[in-house]
């Protein structure tokens, strides 16, 4: 992919007229993150360090207490790496990265954001393995990471996500096993029954019943071409394949 | 009127002649008002032992004075002298006669009272020079001579009682300086002095007195600068100099001063730059004032950093007459008062950030003195009135912000042409009037809120010239008319709230070249017509409202394209009808679906399960038939979001073929509609 834009964006820091005023260590974050990006639509031109906080940046929403809580980027044609300062957003919820040209790896620093409900890098071109770390992530509901170049196996650790409702690998380089433990079973064994589990390709889709009650949770492993079925328990090991 | 007296007054010395009762019988006849101590009689017996207030000792006498180790005659109405006798006692440890009406008092007659640590004569009306009986009590830690007209000058020779920890002289007619002695009084914690006419200088001495908590000498004429070694009583916790004729600098000493939490300094003569080092250093501050002086400078930034800041502090009313001051900054803090109203008058100012403190009362109308301003931002106060005039002229404005205060006037008539306006917000206050067609000329907006205020008439179409607007919010107000098709050219946009409105017609369908939007809120107004199909051409958007109008027709299809809805997609309390597209099961990162109170019909489409974000829906109140789809969001809501429809129910037939294969612990519920 294209580096061609080599125009670092910075954060705009106005020395000569209002001098920069008490840090923000969440606009200082932003801003760390930003230096490292390429913006040719000038989509966070508004991120200004020398604020207070970052709540009147555009794209980035905050509570009532001025901490950031979303950060909208979806969409926006930025290049560059995602480094590790946004694990500093500590009350982030809605991670928004995706459909840009975003490199590199996950930073394992992002296992680092308690509060984060959705984590959306989807459509980018990010690569390395999955962090073990994002299993630390106990609020995530959902987690698209599908259509990027990210190799290696699901780490283990993930099952330990029990707030997990969408999980999209699908259109990536993962190798091994499907985890069947955990959300990858979704719910534990005695409130749940796992009806049947129907896989076509790599495409795995769990049947639930819950009471009265039958659920479909589809989670896409679609298309990782070196990504075996679901792991046979204590027949082969999750990495098999790797 | 007190009588919990648990001595007696020594006055009452039973002679060898008179009995106890007796003698204390005659002090009581000689009271105003005895009511107390009606037991207080002969016919009780000759023994005072049961009378009220009076305990005895084990021989039954109530005693002499001679073994007293605590008298208190606090707050009482005693009047005339204060009886030399009573220093005759020797072992008397707590001594206090304050609050009383004591006067014309001989202290030469008074003994050195070797015992007592606590003395107090405070609040009455004792006057000449300092009692010297008082210098022989050296073991006084407590002395409280405060609030009576002693004259003359505070004696060298205090310094004999060098186990002081309180001094109390304040609000009396002392002369002659503070003696520089006292800085040897080392164990000294508290020292009030002022309130007299001592004049002098502030010792540097006092720096000496490494327990000095509370340094008080308020109103005492004295005339120097403050000396920078006051810096060495790391234990301050409370300084008040003001009203004096301090000159100088405020020491940068005082940054050692950690423990500090009230600082006045206030209605001096004193000169320089307020250290912003001071709010890094002190924690623990409560009380800053410092106006009524000459400081120079800028108000530092830092004082934001004093987090526990809570003080009642009018701004320097100097800061008017400051030449060169063009930044002003104060933010997030407990600081209140008003802006005094010559400030700006300089015409220099150009940065002026007040953002949440509760400060009050109007803008000075001088504010914008010189039309040199660039930022205001005054958000989050409560300020009140109507906006400077002069703010209409001010060409070189960049960033306005008076969010949520209290400010009314008409916005028209307030605001101008501004070439470089870039952010605007006037959320949250009472401004009226009508959108005026200058905002078209401010060619770098690209922030405009005027949410919640009283904003009438009609949007105009030169207000859709701002191309460079990216975040358009104009909720909450009385505008009426029809959206503006020319909106569809601010093609920067990618937030457009119109909420909660009057606004009519239709939607105009060139909303949907606006590519970048990523909120669309038209809610709460009176809008009409179809849901233009352009609309789906908005591939960016993650919130899409339209609750609350008169819409009707059909669900495009299209919006289904929407891929990247997230947050919220709300066309209920309309009058739409057809079916519900199929193709909204593409939205399978949306979370909150609401289609209520329309009149949609036929089926809920089965696509509808892959909706697999879905957290909350509600299809209640319409004409929808049929099952209900699979998937949690469908099954797991409350019934009320399916009531109001004649024809839905849930579908069984897969439960029931499952039945036939796999044994299954499945608990159905019927519930009668």
Known sequence: MALTSLLISSCLLFLAASPALASNSEGEALCAFKSRLSDPNNVLQSWDQSLVNPCTWFHVTCDSQNRVI??????????????????????????????????????????????????????????????????????????????????????????????????DFSNNDLCGTIPVDGPFSTFPPERYELLTICTTGALTLYIFTILSNISLYIFSFENNKRLNGPELLGLASYDFGC | MSFLLLILFTLIVATSEETEAEALLKWKSSLYQSGSLASWGIRNGT???????????????????SELVYLSLFKNNLVGPVPSQLSRL???????????????TEYSNFSAMPSVLYLSLFLNNLTGVFPQFILKCTNLTYLDLSQNAFSGPITDSLANLSKLTELYLDSNNLIGGIPSVLGSISGLRILILGDNSLGGPLPSSLSQLKFLERLDIISAGINSTIP??????????????????????????FVNLTKMREFDISSNNLSGEIPGEFFKSWPELIVFKVQNNSLTGRIPPDIGLAKKLTVLWHLPDSLSQLPNLSFFSILSTNLTGMIPPDFGRNGMLQFVHLGSNPFFGELPQGLCTGLALIEITVNMNNFSGTLPSC???CSALSRVRFEYNYFIGNISEAFGVHPNLNYFDLTGNSFTGKLSGDWGQCSSLELFHIDGNNI?????ATFCKITSLKDLSLASNL???????????????????????????????NLGSLTKLQRLDLSRNKLSGNIPSELGNLDHLILFDLSQNNISGKIPNNLGNLLTMQILLDLS?????????????????????NLSHNFLTDQIPKSLSSMLSLESVDFSNNNLSGPVPTGKAFKDDSPQAYVGNPDLCGDFSRVKSLVMQIPLRIHIAIEKR
Not at chain 1, 96 to 107: A, D, H, Q, S, T
Request: proline share 6%; glycine share 8%; net charge neutral.
């Open chain 2, 456 to 460: 009438s008439g009609e949007i105009p």
């Open chain 2, 228 to 253: 920078p070694e006051l810096g060495a009583c790391t234990n301050l916790n409370y300084i008040n100099l003001s009203s004096n004729q301090l000159s100088g600098p405020l020491p940068f000493t």
């Open chain 2, 573 to 593: 309390r309309n009058s739409l009808a057809g079916p519900i597209p199929s193709d909204l099961g593409k939205l399978i990162q949306l979370e909150t679906l």
């Open chain 2, 90 to 104: 020797s072992k008397v440890r707590h001594f206090d006669l304050g609050h009383n009406h004591f006067n014309n």
């Open chain 1, 70 to 167: 979303r950060l909208d980027l979806g969409n926006s044609n930025i290049t560059g790496a995602l480094g590790p300062e946004l694990g500093r957003l500590q009350n982030l919820q809605y991670l928004e990265l995706y459909r840009n040209n975003f490199v590199g790896k996950i930073p394992e620093e992002l296992g680092n954001l308690k509060s984060l409900v959705s984590m959306d890098l989807y459509e980018n071109q990010l690569e390395g393995e999955i962090p073990k770390s994002l299993s630390k992530l106990k609020s995530l509901r959902f987690m698209r990471l599908n259509n990027n170049k990210i190799t290696g196996s699901i780490p283990r650790e993930l099952v330990k996500l029990s707030n997990l409702k969408v999980l």
């Open chain 2, 47 to 65: 023994s005072p032992c049961s009378w009220y207030g009076i305990s005895c000792d084990p021989a039954g006498n109530v005693g002499d004075l």
């Open chain 2, 391 to 393: 703010l209409k002229d």
């Open chain 2, 479 to 509: 505008l009426t008319g029809a959206i503006p098709m020319e909106l569809g050219n601010l093609s920067s946009l990618f937030k457009l709230n119109l909420s909660d409105n009057f606004l009519s017609s239709q939607i105009p369908s």
